[in-house]
């Protein structure tokens, strides 16, 4: 639904993916990255689709992974 909404009306969207996640109360949550023009568009975004809030937003500084850690 999130990508159709995105093609429909937030072509200035990217989702390029989640992480899906349960907390130590047992909540399950999503950490999902978007690439969009403000913090306001992804908001906007999230009224359309409905059914669940944001807590909060981060910018992404880097991505590691394995292979940057060669042995």
Known sequence: LSQRIIDERFDDITWERSQVVIDDEGV???????????EDRVREHSAVLGCHRIDGFFEIAGV????????
């Open 28 to 38: 399950i949550r999503t950490f999902c990255v978007y690439v969009a023009p403000t």
């Open 64 to 71: 590691i992974d394995p292979a940057d850690f060669p042995s």
